[in-house]
């Protein structure tokens, strides 16, 4: 139940926040509302795909790349 209420205000705050910075720049509410239903939604298909990616790259293989872990000295 928690990760279902996590992504509903995360989603809650996308759209918010989607809504305030269309509306900012454009001072459209109409535009700025289907901005704010439009992007979240294709932002939520571009994570999916980016977890993917992420999932074909082992812990191992970054490390050669020059990735460390948290609270590994340089």
């Known amino acids: 139940m928690r990760d279902v209420m996590k992504?509903?205000?995360?989603?809650?705050?996308h759209f918010a926040v989607g809504f305030g910075v269309t509306y900012a720049l454009t001072g459209e509410v109409a535009?700025?509302?289907?901005?704010?239903?439009?992007?979240?939604?294709?932002?939520?298909?571009?994570?999916?795909?980016?977890?993917?990616?992420?999932?074909r790259w082992p812990a191992k293989a970054l490390k050669t790349l020059g990735f460390r872990g948290p609270f590994q000295p340089a």
């Open 31 to 55: 535009i700025a509302f289907g901005v704010a239903m439009v992007e979240p939604a294709v932002n939520t298909v571009v994570f999916y795909f980016h977890e993917k990616a992420w999932a």
């Open 7 to 13: 992504t509903l205000s995360y989603g809650t705050l």
